[in-house]
């Protein structure tokens, strides 16, 4: 996010300098830990900051991460008339403009994702029968509904779906009893990694389910994620699209050379980073854009009105080639014709790229390791 904010404050950069000319964000961390309530609490801080710093309240959001952080901001968001841009919280219920009028994402909804991995499993012959095990949590019920939705309407068959509560939940043998029993080919995981870790050690106990004959399918949640678990041979699934242009190139450069002190990652690893900060770039320089459209067509407004103009110029007539792609929003505040990196698993060299995903098409560009 620092990164983000300097680059776009920065007008001999070459980052948009010319369409963000009058544009100087000054930005407010807060980590909400993708706790809803933590996430209301950090909002109403950064506001009040806002309010006693610079005697006007917040005018946008960059976040959150999770589903459940936006919903809840959104919702307050609602009230402030604030533009909110997430860079990772996919859930289907966050394009409901009814109840989050203001809320954009420079990620791609559940909604896109849901049908590109059915167009992928097609694609690869993975049908017409897999079992489902997703969790409770928003992320899990809007992705797993996603998929079901569009396997099953192109006829499709799902043999069992397994749906249950981390928090909750200790007998995972249990969960691969279900899945062995069925029969299914192939096994869709739309969980989190801490929770493949345990189904996958719980499925290594089971000779069936770790033979060659069965076939894991993964969402964009832990798809190329390192996990602390053996991964078996062949899993393939989709992720975060990553573009190739050369804004992308500068970007990662960049990144590659930056203070590890001051701009600090997960791994600590300066020559990998998160696809994810991709899409943060993305969501200041969208905010910015349509910030600097207010300010030279809409002069006079100011308060919940300008917020009121920023948001509908995000999503009317916002467009640029971004570090993680096109961005595009349609009247939800969605991605238009989100894309999906191919994701497959080779136990001698890792995870690795083979192609690109839509709802309607899939480009190969390697040979999938079965």
């Known amino acids: 996010m620092r990164l983000a904010v300097e680059l776009i404050n920065n007008k001999n950069d070459g980052w948009f300098d010319n369409n963000t000319a009058q544009i100087h964000f000054i930005m407010q961390l807060n980590n909400s830990g993708c706790d809803s309530e933590q996430a209301v609490v950090c909002l109403d801080y950064q506001n009040d900051w806002a309010i006693q710093k610079h005697n006007a309240p917040l005018d946008g959001l960059i976040g959150a991460e999770c589903s459940a952080g936006s919903i809840s901001t959104a919702a307050l968001g609602n009230s402030l008339t604030l533009p909110q841009i997430s860079f990772k919280s996919s859930t289907t219920e966050l394009s409901d403009k009814d109840l989050y009028p203001y809320f954009a994402r ?59 509560t981390p928090s909750s939940t200790t007998d995972y043998d249990e969960i691969i009893t279900q899945i062995a029993q069925s029969g299914a080919p192939a096994i869709v995981l739309v969980v989190y990694p801490e929770e493949v870790e345990k189904i996958l050690k719980a499925a290594s106990k089971h000779s069936v389910l770790s033979s060659n004959s069965v076939i894991w399918i993964g969402a964009d949640s832990w798809i190329d994620l390192e996990l602390n678990v053996t991964l078996p041979n062949g899993i393939i699934g989709v992720s975060a699209y990553q573009a190739d242009n050369p804004q992308t190139i500068k970007y990662t450069e960049l990144w590659k050379s930056l203070d590890p002190v001051k701009y600090p990652d997960t791994d600590g690893d300066r020559s990998t980073f998160s696809t994810y900060s991709l899409y943060i770039m993305d969501a200041v320089t969208a905010l910015a854009l349509a910030y600097q459209k207010a300010i030279d067509d809409a002069t006079g407004l100011t308060g919940s009105q300008l917020r009121q103009y920023v948001y509908n110029a995000l999503v009317k007539d916002i467009a640029f080639v971004g570090v993680s792609g096109n961005i595009n929003f349609d009247a939800q505040g969605d991605l238009t014709n989100p894309q999906f990196r191919v994701v497959n698993y080779d136990s001698n060299i890792g995870w690795k790229t083979i192609g690109v995903a839509t709802s309607s098409s899939i480009v190969f560009t390697d040979e999938m390791v079965w």
């Open 106 to 164: 420079t990620c791609a909804s559940d909604a896109a994702q849901g049908p590109a991995l059915t167009n992928l499993l097609i694609n690869l012959g993975i049908s017409p029968y897999v079992a489902l095990v997703s969790t409770t949590d928003g992320y899990g019920v809007s992705m797993s509904e996603s998929f079901a939705s569009s396997y099953e309407s192109s006829g499709n068959i799902i043999l069992v779906n397994i749906v249950y």
